[in-house]
């Protein structure tokens, strides 16, 4: 035998000096859920270790977070159902608990990257991402207000906007109403492929926002499809995107690696709501390794090309860095 591979993996010195991949905290996104008040934290049900914090304790837990290393943070609101209405005006509200929420953070922490999502779903009674009018989404008025969403958290300091709605054209129309508004350092995540997905389970649980009617396939893509994320990917770069995202991630690796592999702007994938509860329910069970797990998916994620990982496993792995 001339080959032997197993050369390459005779010790953990070797297996180091081989190895190509690796996860860094600066990779990292993590997603928080907030609730109005003070002094509340919230564990999520469907989320073990995830909470929904009130701005007060959201506050000390993006500290820990950041002495851990992680610099990303993507908020979240979980609004009562009596401040939803159809056309989610608490969402450009510039009194909401949320907004103001934003401002705190990067008045306490400049340094932090701040995202946001530009979605009309935690706000709206229908829990659709787009404006409903007798059983449809409706594409075009739905900019109108995803517009108005997008300014006022700009206007809060965020640093990335991240429209996760699915809206056709809805890239440019937040460009531009950024731009003529003098926001023109204010960055656009876009949800390039987001999946109809049964993984976003538990983030619907967090937020109480599951659709009141129907299903969001109108507007998220089939999970038979990889086809249609290049024509979106070519949309969004045209549009003026900064990054491209897939969405879930584990489920959609060879979206990842598609996207990565034709277009030069950097890739994000948001490794999900279900995909973390998953892990953990078989890890209380006793079924699977808990860390080993998590690292296993994360360096997967950034193997297939996503340079940005969206994770509610971040604080969990930064601490298993350290
Ligand atoms: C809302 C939104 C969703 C997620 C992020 N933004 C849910 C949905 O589209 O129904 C899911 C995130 C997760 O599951 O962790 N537009």
């Known amino acids: 035998m001339q080959r032997r591979p197993r050369r390459n993996r ?8 081989v190895e190509e991949t690796q996860v860094s905290v600066k990779d990292l996104i993590f997603p928080l859920f907030l609730v109005d008040g003070r002094n509340k934290q919230i564990e999520v049900n469907s989320m073990p270790g995830i909470h929904r914090y009130s701005i007060d304790l ?3 837990e993006i500290e820990s977070c950041m002495n851990l290393g992680i610099m990303a943070f993507d908020v979240f609101p979980a609004y ?3 401040l939803k209405d159809s056309i989610a005006s608490e969402s450009y509200n510039p ?17 932090v990257c701040l995202m946001s999502d530009v979605a009309m779903d935690p706000y709206s009674s229908d829990g659709h991402d787009g404006l409903v009018k007798g059983g449809k989404i409706l594409n075009d008025e739905t900019l109108t207000i995803l517009g108005r969403m997008s300014l006022a958290q700009a206007d809060a300091g965020v640093d990335i906007l991240g429209p996760s709605d699915m809206m ?3 890239v440019g129309y937040i460009r531009d109403i950024l731009d003529e508004n ?4 204010t960055s656009i995540m876009s949800y390039t492929a987001k999946y109809a997905s049964a993984f976003y389970g538990p983030f619907r649980d967090a937020l109480d926002s599951a659709p009141k009617f129907g299903d969001k396939k109108t507007y998220q893509m089939n999970p038979a499809n990889s086809q249609e994320a290049l024509i979106e990917a070519d949309l969004d770069v045209e549009e003026g995107a900064d990054f491209l995202m897939v969405k879930p991630a584990l489920s959609y690796l060879d979206i990842i690696k598609l996207l990565a592999d034709q277009y030069p702007l950097p890739i994000a994938a948001y490794n999900v709501s279900g995909e973390y509860s998953m892990v953990k329910a078989a890890a209380e069970k006793g079924w699977l390794d808990y860390d080993r797990s998590m690292n296993e998916i994360l360096l997967s994620i950034k193997r297939a090309g996503a340079k940005i990982i969206l994770s509610y496993f971040a604080k969990d792995f930064a601490k298993a860095q350290k």
């Open 80 to 82: 009562p159902e009596t």
């Open 168 to 170: 056709d054209g809805r």
């Open 58 to 60: 959201m506050l000390k």
């Open 10 to 17: 005779k010790s953990e010195s070797i297996r180091g000096l």
């Open 182 to 185: 003098g926001f023109i350092d």
């Open 95 to 111: 009194e909401t608990f949320y907004l103001k929420a934003l401002r705190e953070i990067k008045k306490r922490f400049p340094e």
